[in-house]
């Protein structure tokens, strides 16, 4: 398939600024291919699941990862932004840095009173970063000196403030490490959860940290010439026992987020058997692709011409997906990651 079939056309008013208060009253859009379309809020979830079914929620915690400072060489000194987006070691990152065309290997960099090393210099304008500091010391320092790392499509919108460390974040966040937020579980409180319970939903909880690869563009017409970016993710042996025991009983599996459904498929056996599993993906899902584990996704509306846009159409159809995104145009629900959200029923 080619890079041109994914797109629309999204106006930007539709493009959510601040999250929906509370966070469950943002809108649900029910997707059933051949069934069509239902108006819903995310408060409504514990309706449309059925006792036995099982919630698959991503709990990494997202980082301050973006870090604004000083580049310095041989006097000349320069205003430069780094944004994390995969640690390599205790006192090393990989990052994305702008400006990258004027910043190289050996150049030395100051966040405020944190201090590193380029490294080296990649592709795509990658770069690794060796800090002065490592392991707690580096993780506090981060944490102090950085800022939350905003998509691009809401940071260049307006600044960023304290309320985005709480609203960027789930409420069942654990494992720090992302440096993006799993945006479709942004949309939980405990009230919800706890009525899920009621209800005879389960939760799963994975981990997948995610990068800051998910917002770049693909850039290749030919789909299958594009790379995604590797992210770290874990499937404990509890975890992998209890999907599979649901399954099992007979209920559906719906993943909260484009990144809990990437960790399942990724670490699923041809059986469709769940294992533990421990590693990095670089799964890139795209129509034609069989799902093994995934019933339902739970998720947000996505960028025209993005892997994720992709993967929700490999997963209930591209001519329905398009269908579904003219209607939540049409109809005002406001899209991306502080927008309303999605359930998705797999197509066959």
């Known amino acids: 398939m080619q890079l041109s079939d994914f797109d629309f056309e999204l106006p930007q008013d539709r493009i959510a600024l601040?999250?929906?208060?509370?966070?469950?009253?943002?809108?649900?859009?029910?997707?059933?291919?051949?069934?069509?379309?239902?108006?819903?809020?995310?408060?409504?979830?514990?309706?449309?699941?059925?006792?036995?079914?099982?919630?698959?929620?991503?709990?990494?915690?997202?980082i301050p990862a973006r870090l604004k400072g000083r580049r310095s060489r041989e006097g000349s000194d320069i205003a430069v932004e780094a944004t994390l987006h995969q640690r390599v070691s205790g006192a090393s990152w990989r990052a994305f840095m702008r400006p990258g065309k004027k910043i190289r290997a050996g150049d030395r960099l100051a966040f405020s009173d944190l201090g590193a090393t380029v490294a080296e210099k990649g592709r795509d304008g990658e770069f690794t970063l060796d800090f002065d500091c490592s392991g707690p010391e580096l993780d506090a320092a981060i944490d102090?000196?950085?800022?939350?790392?905003?998509?691009?499509y809401i940071a260049s919108k307006r600044k960023q403030d304290e309320r985005d460390r709480t609203d960027y974040q789930t409420v069942y966040a654990r494992r720090e490490g992302s440096v993006a937020a799993p945006t479709a579980g942004l949309h939980f409180t405990p009230e919800l959860l706890a009525r899920l319970q009621?209800?005879?939903?389960?939760?799963?909880?994975?981990?997948?940290?995610?990068?800051?690869?998910?917002?770049?563009?693909?850039?290749?017409?030919?789909?299958?010439?594009?790379?995604?970016?590797?992210?770290?993710?874990?499937?404990?042996?509890?975890?992998?026992?209890?999907?599979?025991?649901?399954?099992?009983?007979?209920?559906?599996?719906?993943?909260?987020?484009?990144?809990?459904?990437?960790?399942?498929?990724?670490?699923?056996?041809?059986?469709?058997?769940?294992?533990a599993w421990t590693g990095e993906t670089d799964i890139f899902i795209t129509p034609g692709r069989p799902f093994r584990i995934a019933d339902g996704l739970m998720?947000?509306?996505?960028?025209?011409?993005?892997?994720?846009?992709?993967?929700?159409?490999?997963?209930s159809g591209l001519e329905v997906m398009k269908s579904a995104y003219a209607h939540a145009i049409a109809e005002g629900y406001r899209f991306y990651s502080y927008g309303d959200s999605s359930l998705l029923w797999r197509a066959g």
């Open 198 to 275: 009621d209800a005879g939903v389960g939760m799963a909880r994975v981990t997948l940290h995610v990068g800051a690869g998910t917002f770049l563009p693909v850039k290749t017409e030919d789909l299958a010439q594009h790379r995604m970016h590797a992210e770290w993710g874990e499937i404990t042996p509890e975890t992998a026992d209890q999907i599979n025991a649901a399954r099992a009983a007979g209920g559906r599996v719906i993943c909260v987020g484009t990144t809990s459904l990437r960790l399942l498929e990724s670490a699923a056996g041809l059986d469709g058997v769940l294992p």
């Open 18 to 62: 601040r999250p929906a208060e509370p966070r469950d009253s943002a809108r649900l859009l029910v997707v059933r291919p051949g069934q069509g379309l239902e108006d819903h809020r995310v408060r409504n979830l514990p309706a449309l699941l059925r006792a036995g079914d099982i919630l698959v929620v991503n709990e990494t915690r997202v």
């Open 299 to 315: 998720t947000n509306f996505h960028l025209p011409k993005s892997t994720l846009f992709m993967l929700v159409s490999a997963l």
């Open 144 to 152: 102090r000196v950085g800022e939350m790392p905003l998509p691009p």
